[in-house]
């Protein structure tokens, strides 16, 4: 993060997504190999011990200000940011003892609905730059509205390749503490 002395703002920005509670149709991803019961049979005619979560990553940078609230530290206020990257996510498959084959290797591929595209990202918050330098921190929200289809070839609970092309919308509580990099005036030497 890049701060201007105009309060402006310069981010380039990475981070990961976990998950562990899916929604909507990641529901039904094994619903064509289902049981009677919603459970998967494993190699040895048991019931597979399968977990899913969500998982992925957004690439991108966005640019901001900050909005003082008082002029004792006009450092410190109101931000507001807004930009865009990359955004990919799927579904992770996680089988106890990789005993079930329908799940395994390449075929799981065909159940993780991997999707990627552009994503517009949005922040507000609160971020706080202390006059001593000590204590640096900010707070907000973070919104993101991904534009994305499906990188799979094919789908295996569609029984076809995912042609469609969606809307992902996350958000997050983000905080975090600021380590400055302060850049000094050099001193002025006459000579005379």
Not at 169 to 180: D, E, M, N, T, V
Request: hydrophobic share 30%.
């Amino acid at each position: 993060m890049l701060k201007l002395k105009n309060n402006y703002i310069i981010e380039l920005n990475a981070g990961y997504i976990f998950g562990n509670q899916l929604r909507g149709d990641a529901t039904h991803i094994f619903d064509s190999i289902e049981t009677s019961n919603g459970s998967l049979i494993n190699e040895y005619g048991e019931y597979a011990k399968i977990r899913t979560f969500e998982r992925g990553y957004f690439a991108g940078a966005r640019t901001g200000k900050i909005f003082p609230l008082c002029k004792k530290n006009p450092n410190s206020g109101i931000i507001v940011m807004a930009g865009g990257g990359i955004l990919q996510h799927k579904i992770r498959i996680e089988n106890d003892g990789n005993n079930t084959p329908q799940i395994l290797g390449d075929y799981k591929k065909g159940y993780d609905k991997m999707s990627y595209g552009f994503s517009a990202t949005e922040f507000i918050g609160y971020m706080y730059f202390s006059q001593n330098q000590l204590m640096n921190f900010y707070a907000g929200v973070e919104l993101y509205q991904g534009f994305t289809k499906s990188g799979r070839s094919y789908d295996y609970s569609l029984m076809k390749k995912d042609t469609q092309e969606r809307i992902d919308l996350l958000y997050s509580i983000k905080a975090g503490w600021i380590f400055p990099i302060y850049s000094r005036v050099p001193d002025k030497y006459y000579y005379y």
